[in-house]
């Protein structure tokens, strides 16, 4: 990938997030096979809006191995995002 945000995937948040509010996000993941000698990796996660300009609000590095586990990030938003009623 040329660049960090090629890969990653959309979640719907249902619920306004403020500022201060503690995040607990979980993934399931491991390092990609044929990768480096020690068979770990590092994971970036940003959480951010996907209209432009695509503000950030959570960004952690995490670390992978070669096996399949799950991996939970506990972080502190550093914005607010305010979801509208449907």
Do not use: W
Not at 3 to 23: H, K, M, W, Y
Not at 47 to 72: C, I, M, S, W, Y
Request: glycine share 12%; no cysteine; aromatic share 2%.
């Amino acid at each position: 990938m040329a660049q960090p945000f090629d890969a990653g995937t959309n979640v719907a948040i249902t619920e306004s997030i403020r500022q201060g509010d503690i995040l607990l996000i979980g993934i399931l993941a491991r390092t990609a096979p044929g990768g480096i000698a020690d068979g770990t990796g590092k994971l970036g996660i940003r959480e951010q809006l996907k209209e432009a300009p695509h503000a950030g609000f959570v960004d952690n590095v995490l670390t992978l191995a070669r096996t399949l586990k799950p991996l939970q990030l506990n972080t502190q938003a550093s914005g607010t995002i305010t979801v509208s009623a449907a």
